[in-house]
């Protein structure tokens, strides 16, 4: 009873500050909503039985494969919004005496509300969504009521955002439970190990092995299974070195910084590299998404229009997959991109604040808070890249991966993923002014 007395308090107090409520319900809603999408549209696929439906079913694979991971990434990183503050919170009940099992049930029923809050407001967002998916064309006519997903499915994906979410909040516990007195004075910043890189050179080396192998299993589910993993691992791994290559780039920027915006750029990447990659991963997905557009592009303009008709209604339906999937990914990259810039605005209130009260102009805070993210988004876009070139060259060959339209398509995709990035800072400026303007000292 104690603890759910003060998980109240909290969440009173929390209440008047209604960016740290928002932006996680925000972006649970926005990631539920995409992932009710994406679970329908592939249940559809898979109700098929006849001759063909194992060619749709490779793609929707991959196409799960490619959102799937992003959009729990998405989650997580939702999960983990403004957590710093809530960090604080509970190193404080820590040094005050509260044990380490009041702060772990504390921290999940927190993340685990909004969570639940955040995935409501997404199924509600559904609804009327839902119907839409159903007249998506393929093989000549709309999915209908097979891309709907039943009230379980829908029960079941809120109950995995909910676990999630209390994962994710339960495993970010370490440091406070452990340590509260280094919380709370941030004396030690996370740091991110050289394995990483190793464990993502040999995961994508083992990809490139097996689907270079891929036609010498036997069986439809081992296939999809194979693509499944190997795409879908692929994504994950670049989740795990991301944060690596972004510390090693930032400390030799920080070593070579000759002026105020360049030092802070590369410090704010130090501080949290993984705070640092979750603002760019949106674009990493996409880039690596858009390599296999790309491909899909340039299958279809090899193939023209000739063939029978059942030739010809394939190629439509890999253009309309194409598009589909393009789309649901930009709105990830938005979702993910907007969010977190606002979270990262919050999270370093009091950096902001020490800055204004020492002289530096609101501009030249913009400007650094620019470079921390577009320069790891320059490295982030052109390895997620080469990465999925790398994947799919067996599958794919190299006349398709340097094709004009796939290479139209790919430069498409990650200009737009930039820009979205761009976007999402210049939308998040008044979110800055407003940060300081509620700090600043009364006259």
Same mark, same amino acid.
């Given at each position: ?58 793609? @929707?694979?991959?196409? !799960?494969? +490619?959102? /799937?991971? &992003? $959009? #729990? *990434? =998405? ?45 409501? @407001?997404?199924?509600? !967002?559904? +609804?009327? /969504?839902? &119907? $839409? #998916? *159903? =007249? ?308």
């Amino acid at each position: 009873m104690t603890t759910l007395r003060v998980a109240w308090l909290f969440a009173r107090r929390g209440a008047d500050d209604r960016s740290t409520v928002l932006l996680p319900v925000i972006a649970f809603a926005v990631s539920s909503l995409l992932l009710l999408v994406v679970a329908g549209g592939a249940l559809a696929f898979f109700s098929w039985r006849d001759g063909d439906a194992f060619i749709y079913q490779e793609l @929707a694979v991959i196409a !799960l494969a +490619l959102l /799937v991971v &992003p $959009l #729990v *990434g =998405l989650g997580g990183s939702a999960a983990r919004l403004s957590a710093r503050r809530r960090d604080d919170r509970l190193a404080g009940l820590r040094l005050l005496g509260a044990s380490p099992a009041m702060v772990a049930a504390l921290t999940v029923i927190e993340s685990t509300g909004l969570a639940v809050v955040g995935t409501i @407001a997404g199924v509600v !967002l559904y +609804l009327p /969504v839902a &119907p $839409l #998916v *159903g =007249l998506i064309p393929f093989r000549g006519e709309p999915l209908g009521a097979a891309a709907v997903l039943h009230p379980g499915g829908v029960a079941l994906a809120v109950l995995g955002v909910a676990v999630l979410a209390a994962a994710s909040a339960a495993l970010g516990l370490r440091s406070v439970v452990v340590s509260p007195l280094g919380v709370r004075t941030r004396q030690a910043a996370p740091r991110v190990h050289w394995v990483r890189a190793l464990v993502a050179a040999v995961v994508v080396a083992a990809t490139f092995l097996v689907m270079g192998a891929l036609q010498v299993f036997g069986g439809a589910l081992i296939v999809l299974t194979v693509l499944g993993i190997g795409f879908g691992g692929t994504i994950a791994v670049l989740n795990l070195v991301g944060p690596w290559v972004l510390r090693m780039i930032a400390s030799g920027q920080a070593r070579r910084a000759t002026t105020a915006r360049r030092l802070l750029a590369a410090r704010a990447v130090l501080e949290s590299p993984k705070a640092a990659w979750r603002q760019v991963s949106g674009v990493a997905m996409t880039s690596f998404m858009a390599v296999f557009a790309g491909v899909g592009v340039g299958i279809l303009g090899m193939a023209g229009d000739g063939g029978d008709d059942q030739s010809r209604t394939l190629l439509a339906d890999i253009r309309t997959g194409v598009v589909v999937t393009v789309i649901v990914s930009f709105l990830m990259v938005a979702c993910s991109a907007g969010v977190n810039q606002a979270a990262a605005v919050l999270d370093r209130r009091d950096l902001y604040v020490s800055l204004d009260r020492i002289g530096m102009p609101v501009g030249e805070m913009d400007a650094a808070r620019s470079r921390a993210v577009m320069s790891p988004l320059r490295v982030t876009t052109i390895g997620s890249a080469l990465t999925a070139a790398i994947v799919v060259f067996p599958l794919a060959g190299l006349s398709l991966l340097v094709a004009p339209l796939t290479l139209l398509m790919v430069a498409a995709c990650l200009a737009a993923g930039v820009l979205l990035v761009w976007a999402a800072l210049r939308a998040t400026r008044p979110v800055l002014r407003h940060v300081l303007a509620e700090t600043s000292p009364s006259l």
